[in-house]
């Protein structure tokens, strides 16, 4: 009998506790309602009701965490994209070059390449209404160009010095965003797989990048999350489960309102067996997290490059009724070894200004001003090495950030953007010759491309540009291979594409380039990493 008081009156605290809850909730939106109301009816100027609702909706959730947000119905499509791994639009990638629109390259197999759309076509009407010489945005472009799945868009293309304009009329299509943009062989034995986001078709783009890079012989993989923000939760389960063998935990999350839930691997990956390193870095968030706590904590491979962002906190979309979206933080996720490695976020400033506050603290470019309380001690998993929580992934072999190269001079070019216009600007009037003189990137890879003449050409193109941005030979001397090496990666995407652009650029990425030794000699073994 005592049993069943004792549960009942267990019962009518929890209704009354609910109760309380429930009465202070109703509260709180009665009182918005409230002020809202005297705010429309007393206040000076005319109200926007609807950007007062969402104004108070993003300062409360900011109150939660840095990262439960609101998007709004305008925006749910853009944020979804990457996501999602596709959009529907023409299928080009373009660039705003002098006020006018221009096609720097057509999706392989997309609308637009179908209908005989070319690289360095101009798009000068878009349903009739003239595009060029209005200030046209990058959001413009989007808004006029993508739609719904097998609608018709009509545009009037400028090619060449041909005077007459040319009419096309596109059915929009589904054109994919993919989240490998490059995987190539460095070498005879090492294989490179760069991931820019985790998605819902980044698995099975991973299974067929080691597919193609092992029929070329891969013995050895640096898989690359550098700048990768993260992504699908699944997705970096996924991904994890490519090297991780038998039923291995990759992560765990639980929280006030969700309980503890496990992914572990479970699928025969392709790289279960093989030498492995990640790059990462301060921009490495969230899902590369998952992953590259996954593989450290295992002894799987290296982790190498600088210390993660620190996200340790889950997100799950909640689509509201008008077509907007939340996205709440609804639990804490875990590594295998019990690694909770979100940063604090007590005060959202110092959130937000963290990346400046490692750059300041010597952190990017010294590893002993990395300290650790013990208290954030934990060992792995396989041969008990320590590792550490509480504000990202920490590598195994940090690479600090080279900054003698980067010049004030370097830096004005860069913000500026001049070096992608120049080297559209460059390839419209040289492309035919180009493609003569390097009728394979093989060939292009090779030669010295940016030549006395080129280089010419492109301080010329700046001078003009902005005649305030004055020559520097001397910082142009300490950024000469930098700058260089930019230049002829963005010709080259411009030319093939994206993943042509990282087999240039990445001649000039430190972390690599350590990866590279690492994984090829002895150091790799004497990591003491799990058999």
Same mark, same amino acid.
């Given at each position: 009998?005592?049993?069943?008081?004792?549960?009942?009156?267990?019962?009518?605290?929890?209704?009354?506790?609910?109760?309380?809850?429930?009465?202070?909730?109703?509260?709180?939106?009665?009182?918005?309602?409230?002020?809202?109301?005297?705010?429309?009816?007393?206040?000076?100027?005319?109200?926007?009701?609807?950007?007062?609702?969402?104004?108070?909706?993003?300062?409360?959730?900011?109150?939660?965490?840095?990262?439960?947000?609101?998007?709004?119905?305008? +925006?749910?499509?853009?944020?979804?994209?990457?996501?999602?791994?596709?959009?529907?639009?023409?299928?080009?990638?373009?660039?705003?070059?002098?006020?006018?629109?221009?096609?720097?390259?057509?999706?392989?197999?997309?609308?637009?390449?179908?209908?005989?759309?070319?690289?360095? +076509?101009?798009?000068?009407?878009?349903?009739?209404?003239?595009?060029?010489?209005?200030?046209?945005?990058?959001?413009?472009?989007?808004?006029?160009?993508?739609?719904?799945?097998?609608?018709?868009?009509?545009?009037?293309?400028?090619?060449?010095?041909?005077?007459?304009?040319?009419?096309?009329?596109?059915?929009?299509?589904?054109?994919?965003?993919?989240?490998?943009?490059?995987?190539?062989?460095?070498?005879?034995?090492?294989?490179?797989?760069?991931?820019?986001?985790?998605?819902?078709?980044?698995?099975?783009?991973? +299974?067929?990048?080691?597919?193609?890079?092992?029929?070329?012989?891969?013995?050895?993989?640096?898989?690359?999350?550098?700048?990768?923000?993260?992504?699908?939760?699944?997705?970096?389960?996924?991904?994890?489960?490519?090297?991780?063998?038998?039923?291995?935990?990759?992560?765990?999350?639980?929280?006030?309102?969700?309980?503890?839930?496990?992914?572990?691997?479970?699928?025969?990956?392709?790289?279960?067996?093989?030498?492995?390193?990640?790059?990462?870095?301060?921009?490495?968030?969230?899902?590369?997290?998952?992953?590259?706590?996954?593989?450290?904590?295992?002894?799987?491979?290296?982790?190498?490059?600088?210390?993660?962002?620190?996200?340790?906190?889950?997100?799950?979309?909640?689509?509201?009724?008008?077509?907007?979206?939340?996205?709440?933080?609804?639990?804490?996720?875990?590594?295998?070894?019990?690694?909770?490695?979100?940063?604090?976020?007590?005060?959202?400033?110092?959130?937000?200004?963290?990346?400046?506050?490692?750059?300041?603290?010597?952190?990017?470019?010294?590893?002993?001003?990395?300290?650790?309380?013990?208290?954030?001690?934990?060992?792995?998993?396989?041969?008990?090495?320590?590792?550490?929580?509480?504000?990202?992934?920490?590598? +195994?072999?940090?690479?600090?950030?080279?900054?003698?190269?980067?010049?004030?001079?370097?830096?004005?070019?860069?913000?500026?953007?001049?070096?992608?216009?120049?080297?559209?600007?460059?390839?419209?009037?040289?492309?035919?010759?180009?493609?003569?003189?390097?009728?394979?990137?093989?060939?292009?890879?090779?030669?010295?491309?940016?030549?006395?003449?080129?280089?010419?050409?492109?301080?010329?193109?700046?001078?003009?540009?902005?005649?305030?941005?004055?020559?520097?030979?001397?910082?142009?001397? =300490?950024?000469?291979?930098?700058?260089?090496?930019?230049?002829?990666?963005?010709?080259?995407?411009?030319?093939?594409?994206?993943?042509?652009?990282?087999?240039?650029?990445? =001649?000039?990425?430190?972390?690599?380039?350590?990866?590279?030794?690492?994984?090829?000699?002895?150091?790799?073994?004497?990591?003491?990493?799990?058999?």
């Amino acid at each position: 009998m005592t049993k069943y008081i004792l549960v009942a009156i267990s019962l009518i605290v929890v209704s009354f506790s609910q109760a309380q809850e429930d009465s202070l909730k109703n509260a709180q939106i009665f009182k918005f309602g409230e002020i809202l109301d005297y705010v429309n009816q007393a206040y000076v100027d005319d109200i926007d009701n609807k950007q007062l609702g969402e104004a108070a909706i993003v300062a409360m959730l900011e109150k939660l965490d840095p990262h439960s947000s609101y998007i709004s119905k305008e +925006d749910v499509r853009d944020a979804n994209e990457r996501i999602n791994g596709s959009f529907v639009g023409i299928g080009i990638r373009f660039q705003i070059l002098k006020d006018t629109l221009c096609v720097v390259a057509t999706i392989p197999n997309g609308p637009s390449e179908k209908l005989g759309i070319q690289a360095g +076509d101009k798009i000068l009407k878009i349903e009739g209404e003239s595009v060029a010489g209005i200030g046209l945005k990058n959001h413009q472009v989007r808004e006029r160009l993508l739609g719904e799945m097998g609608s018709k868009v009509s545009v009037d293309i400028k090619r060449g010095k041909k005077k007459q304009l040319l009419p096309f009329t596109i059915t929009r299509d589904r054109i994919p965003v993919h989240s490998v943009d490059s995987y190539y062989m460095i070498n005879d034995r090492t294989g490179y797989i760069k991931l820019s986001s985790f998605s819902r078709t980044t698995a099975s783009e991973i +299974d067929e990048s080691i597919r193609v890079l092992k029929e070329q012989g891969m013995k050895n993989l640096i898989f690359d999350l550098q700048n990768n923000g993260g992504g699908l939760l699944y997705a970096a389960k996924n991904v994890a489960d490519q090297f991780l063998s038998g039923n291995k935990m990759i992560v765990y999350s639980e929280g006030r309102k969700q309980p503890r839930s496990q992914l572990k691997a479970g699928q025969k990956g392709r790289w279960e067996d093989g030498r492995l390193v990640i790059l990462t870095n301060e921009n490495s968030a969230s899902a590369s997290e998952i992953v590259s706590g996954a593989v450290q904590d295992w002894d799987r491979g290296l982790i190498i490059g600088r210390r993660t962002f620190g996200k340790g906190l889950v997100q799950r979309p909640i689509n509201l009724s008008d077509g907007s979206q939340l996205r709440l933080t609804i639990a804490r996720y875990y590594t295998p070894s019990g690694r909770f490695i979100q940063k604090p976020y007590d005060d959202l400033e110092a959130y937000r200004n963290d990346y400046m506050d490692r750059y300041l603290h010597g952190e990017l470019s010294n590893q002993d001003s990395i300290k650790f309380a013990d208290s954030l001690k934990h060992e792995t998993r396989i041969t008990k090495r320590t590792v550490y929580g509480g504000g990202g992934i920490m590598p +195994d072999i940090f690479v600090p950030l080279d900054t003698t190269s980067l010049s004030d001079y370097y830096k004005s070019i860069i913000r500026g953007g001049y070096i992608n216009t120049f080297a559209l600007t460059y390839i419209e009037k040289n492309r035919n010759e180009l493609k003569k003189q390097y009728p394979s990137f093989a060939e292009f890879k090779k030669a010295d491309v940016c030549s006395t003449k080129l280089m010419k050409n492109f301080f010329d193109y700046v001078k003009k540009e902005n005649p305030e941005l004055k020559h520097n030979e001397n910082e142009y001397k =300490t950024s000469e291979q930098l700058l260089k090496t930019r230049i002829k990666a963005v010709l080259a995407q411009d030319l093939w594409g994206i993943s042509e652009f990282y087999q240039i650029i990445n =001649t000039e990425n430190d972390a690599l380039q350590v990866a590279l030794q690492t994984i090829e000699s002895e150091a790799y073994l004497e990591k003491n990493l799990a058999p």
